[in-house]
């Protein structure tokens, strides 16, 4: 595991849409696993004015709100296609949902994903596979905890309209991407960061088992 403090928030998001670049330059086919949230923004805009072509490529969403509409302004598909999708052409984009999600997994041994982004959350999640989540965890539906609701409530209108569930791929689905960046943004995450990259390898905080990953960047800035 690399640790690659950052002077700035452009700065993180373009030391990860270069590394992204170079992945395509050397193979145009290469598979994206991408991440929602405020976190990835400035990368999906450094993305969107780059040069690079992802027409041959399938890409592979980590969650989905359970009950939500696809076309709902905070639905994950929403989302990619306002800061990615309507300005970066992909040959296919897959996101899971109640219908696939049981397959999501043979799908991405399938394709494998070459390159995963992540956020983290405030309490160590990653995607929405929250403490407690094993590590051989697959995607798989999941009761989101007060602590995630709370800190998605802010794209909502109130607390209340929050979806109180999700689809996420599982630990082990995103451990088998070559190659993780795992992106935190200000000075709020720095403590569970801290226990992700530092402390002890167990559920409690299941970022920390990016620890054992072959080939993950984390890229921090406060």
């Not at 991440?35 to 041959?56: E, M, R």
């Not at 709370?150 to 991407?177: H, L, W, Y």
């Amino acid at each position: 595991m690399e640790i690659i403090k950052c002077n700035s928030y452009e700065e993180m998001s373009k030391k990860v849409g270069v590394g992204i670049e170079n992945q395509f330059e050397k193979n145009p086919f290469s598979v994206l696993g991408l991440a929602t949230g405020s976190t990835p923004i400035g990368l999906y805009q450094y993305l969107s004015n780059s040069k690079v072509d992802f027409s041959k490529t399938f890409s592979f969403n980590l969650d989905e709100y359970m009950d939500l509409p696809f076309n709902h302004p905070q639905s994950y598909e929403y989302f990619m296609e306002e800061n990615l999708f309507a300005y970066k052409q992909f040959r296919k984009s897959y996101f899971p949902s109640e219908k696939n999600y049981r397959n999501y997994d043979v799908m991405i041994q399938r394709f494998p994903i070459d390159i995963q982004i992540l956020g983290i959350g405030t309490n160590g999640h990653i995607a929405f596979n929250e403490p407690g989540t094993s590590k051989d965890s697959l995607t798989h539906v999941v009761d989101l905890t007060e602590n995630t609701i709370k800190d998605n409530s802010r794209f909502f209108d109130s607390i209340e309209d929050v979806p109180k569930q999700a689809i996420t791929m599982g630990i082990k689905s995103i451990m088998r991407a070559k190659k993780i960046y795992l992106l935190a943004n200000g000075k709020h995450k720095k403590d569970i960061l801290e226990k992700s990259v530092y402390g002890e390898i167990n559920s409690d905080v299941p970022a920390s088992f990016l620890q054992e990953h072959k080939n993950t960047e984390v890229l921090y800035c406060e």
